[in-house]
């Protein structure tokens, strides 16, 4: 049985590289290079989660950056900075390697990048689901969520109206993957194990991974439409 984290201190603590921290990192910038960066638009400017991880991964390398369960779920292995970077690399390149090596051309352009379909993820194992997503963020691929609540026939209808072009999904899962999507490329996802990710060799960063613009797609979600 995990245990509850608490912080050292309550201020002590640092910002997760997610999406969150383009307006955080413009809110603490010095008034003058606030006024500057919002140009004639008036809005902060744009940068991905991909760009502050390698930010943070640079300037604060050993920081605290994920809490993720151990392989037994007895206890928390801790990633900096580097260290997530690093292992978001390791599992770019290897999806890369099994669904497109060409997302990983030196010479990839963002026109290029807008060509390609997402990759659909049925996976209900939270930290693999992190590491996935960010992944396939260095790769600029964007990727279509699945909640694994929906039935057979709602997963059905997301992969087709997606138009992925690959499903990654939980062995435990695929009972929800009707025949009528079988022609689609299905793809088994292992969870994440921790100790093995940061025990594994580094391997050489994706290549243009900060080059994206406001405008490319990140994530695909869809809503029951109760929330609006």
Known sequence: ???????????????????SMR??????????????ALGDDATPPSFSSVYFLKKWAR?????PC??????????????SYAQYDSATD??????????????????????MAALDAPVALLVKDLPTSHFLIIAFHKLRIPVL?????????????????????????????RSMLE?????????????VNPDELLQAPAVPPVPHCADVDAQDIAIIVHSSGTTG
């Open 1 to 19: 049985m995990l245990s509850t984290i608490q912080p050292d201190h309550p201020h002590n603590f640092m910002v997760p590289p997610c999406a």
């Open 145 to 173: 969520l699945i909640s694994t609540r929906n039935s057979p026939a709602g997963v059905s209808h997301l992969v087709t109206t997606g138009k992925v072009s690959a499903i990654l999904v939980e062995d435990s899962l």
């Open 179 to 191: 025949p009528q999507i079988a022609h689609t490329p299905t793809y088994s996802v292992v969870p």
């Open 59 to 63: 300037e604060l390398p050993d920081a």
């Open 23 to 36: 307006q955080w990192d413009f809110n603490h910038l010095p008034l003058a290079e606030q006024l500057q």
């Open 90 to 111: 390791i599992i770019a390149r290897y999806w890369a390697s099994k669904l497109n090596p060409s997302w990983l051309d030196a010479d990839r352009t963002r026109a």
């Open 66 to 79: 994920l809490l993720v369960p151990n392989a037994t779920a007895t206890d928390y292995i801790t990633f």
